[in-house]
């Protein structure tokens, strides 16, 4: 670790935390490329969209019963409802919604759940500073590359370690996007960052519980506390990346490449290696296997009754993720390939209707799930695995003797597949109607499209003006 260290003061005198705040604290708003704006403001509304459908899910509704009886009370919207909290327990109660269903999107960078959140701390925190729509794409932009650069510091060591990474990392991107908001200065916002990270954690054990959701809100709600904290004086550990008990150290086995610190503000990760936006709401591990599945049945107009058998050849991460082979509830067939696949097939495509435990039970799904396997093979060495993190190379078996073979290194709607901002838009409208009257999904989604010219994101949920019910 004294390594790293050393090569931090070598290459810029700061600390990693210290660099990362002069950063995103000093960044100019105006000067960012206008496809990382762009970015920025897909997250946003994707991010919503998929919090306003989150919160009807069950874990949603127990994190907002907590919040309600023991936070204060603000002006900050708990979405999908008319509920007003203080900032820390709207953005643990919008941030437990945002990844209730798994439907949010993922970054490369430090393998994250990002948005979910990013964005409900720096929604929180711009309703409590009163602060415009312009204001709150400067913050998701200041805390995703805050987090991603350090998620890239990391490397995939931490993720591989079994962190759960979006718990690990998230308070960073949600501190640096709340003392963004708050107009902290690089000093204080480098405290709010070393609060964040000196106290942050999260297991992979999370896996198909309620644990996972509520530690992305836990991850906004300590970002969102690290930086009013800060802004009270309170200080933070400078050196929490390199301290040798710090994070480094401890987290990942001494591995932190500090180039990656160096290179903020000459490259955005918005842009490379991007933002992952899930088309299906499942872990997005099965989402490429999925994908290659589904274009050979329809290109060959294969029935599913003929598939005799379908193998999905993968990297080692994509098995340890999808963990359920013969998932028993909603939560468990999320990390489940064979549920992925098998509901795909059979529902002509996975939505948000599909993800209850009745379907899990069906007994068509469940005899197609048996007929479903996964493996690693000789084909994933390291330049594959970087080539396509969740890649698939799957091999379908049918009763007549037929083999199709396809492969996919990324899915649709990854970064290097992405989707198109009329098929992101109609996700939110979906997501929404989970939550709230089309006429107000329909006005909030015109909002969140012309973000950077709202004078006031408290205003962002206002009825719309014309009457329509």
């Not at 510091?153 to 963004?180: C, F, H, I, N």
């Not at 690693?376 to 190379?393: C, F, S």
Request: hydrophobic share 50%; aromatic share 6%; net charge negative.
């Amino acid at each position: 670790m004294s390594g790293a260290a050393a090569t931090v003061g070598t290459m810029s005198m700061m600390s990693a935390v210290s660099r990362i705040a002069a950063w995103s604290s000093g960044f100019d708003g105006g000067a960012v490329p206008p496809a990382v704006r762009a970015v920025a403001r897909n997250c946003l509304i994707d991010t919503v969209g998929v919090a306003l459908a989150g919160s009807t899910a069950a874990v949603a509704g127990r994190a907002r019963q907590v919040a309600v009886a023991t936070s204060a009370l603000g002006a900050c919207r708990l979405f999908g409802t008319p509920l007003k909290l203080a900032a820390p327990a709207a953005a643990a109660v919008n941030g437990t919604a945002a990844h209730a269903l798994d439907f949010d999107d993922n970054c490369y960078a430090g393998v994250v759940h990002g948005s979910a959140v990013i964005v409900p701390a720096a929604f929180a925190v711009a309703e409590m500073a009163d602060a415009s729509g312009n204001a709150l794409v400067d913050a998701v932009i200041a805390g995703s590359e805050a987090e991603y650069a350090l998620g890239a510091a990391a490397t995939m060591t931490l993720y591989e370690k079994g962190w759960w990474t979006t718990g690990v990392l998230g308070p960073v991107g949600a501190a640096a996007a709340s003392a963004r908001l708050l107009g902290l200065d690089a000093q204080a916002t480098g405290a709010a960052l070393g609060l964040a990270l000196a106290g942050t954690g999260g297991a992979k054990a999370a896996f198909g519980t309620d644990a996972k959701p509520l530690l992305a809100g836990r991850a906004a709600e300590a970002g969102v506390l690290a930086a009013l904290l800060a802004a009270q004086g309170a200080s933070g550990p400078l050196d929490a990346a390199e301290h040798p008990r710090g994070f480094a150290a401890l987290f990942n086995g001494g591995v932190f490449d500090v180039a990656a610190i160096a290179a903020l503000g000459t490259g955005w990760r918005l842009l490379d290696p991007g933002i992952d936006v899930k088309r299906i709401p499942v872990c997005l591990s099965s989402h490429a296997a999925v994908d290659a599945v589904l274009d050979l049945v329809r290109a060959h107009e294969v029935p599913v009754g003929a598939i005799a058998r379908i193998s999905c050849d993968v990297p080692p991460v994509v098995i340890a993720n999808l963990a359920y082979e013969k998932p028993r509830t909603r939560q468990e067939a999320q990390f489940s390939m064979n549920f992925a696949i098998a509901a795909s097939l059979l529902k002509g495509d996975l939505g948000l209707a599909h993800l209850d435990d009745a379907l899990v039970r069906e007994p068509a799904v469940v005899a197609l799930m048996a007929r479903i396997s996964s493996f690693t093979g000789p084909r994933w060495d390291a330049a594959a695995r970087l080539a396509a993190p969740e890649g698939a190379h799957v091999r379908i078996e049918l009763d007549d003797g037929r083999v199709l073979e396809g492969f996919r290194a990324f899915p649709r709607g990854a970064a290097a597949d992405p989707l198109r901002d009329e098929e992101i838009d109609a996700k939110f409208l979906a997501c929404a109607a989970l939550a709230i009257r089309p006429a107000q999904a329909d006005a909030l989604l015109g909002r969140l499209r012309t973000i950077e010219t709202q004078p006031s994101v408290r205003r962002m949920f206002d009825a719309p003006t014309d009457g329509t019910p």
